[in-house]
């Protein structure tokens, strides 16, 4: 019973920025692994930025650009992304794991186009 909202998705130029969201309710106390994913159609879902305990590891075609944080007391968990190129148009879901249970969210649109 936990529930991921993910949200600031949106249309942005290559070169600009956005912070996605995902807030959290439900039962959420245990959560091993937070994670940020995306989807292209026809391509299968691929993991961008990932936090295991003090552990953070991002995708080589993210890393130096995107950063994955949260806030524990609000529940929610950030990917900043900077300097945004197009190969980055994507739906982006987040993702946790308790115990041997992943939970989604629906996704957020982002598009990266002039």
């Known amino acids: 019973q936990v529930q991921l909202v993910e949200s600031g998705g949106g249309l942005v130029q290559p070169g600009g920025s956005l912070r996605l969201s995902c807030a959290a309710s439900?039962?959420?106390?245990?959560?091993?692994?937070m994670a940020w994913y995306r989807q292209t159609p026809g391509k299968e879902r691929e993991l961008v930025a990932g936090?295991?305990?003090?552990?953070?590891n991002y995708a080589d075609s993210v890393q130096g650009r995107f950063t994955i944080s949260r806030d524990s007391a609000k529940n929610t968990l950030y990917l900043q992304m900077n300097s945004l190129k197009p190969e980055d148009t994507a739906v982006y879901y987040c993702?946790?794991?308790?115990?041997?249970?992943?939970?989604w969210g629906r996704g957020t649109q982002v598009t990266v186009s002039s």
């Open positions: 993702n946790v794991r308790i115990i041997w249970t992943h939970y």
């Open positions: 936090i295991s305990g003090s552990s953070i």
């Open positions: 439900g039962s959420i106390v245990g959560i091993n692994d």
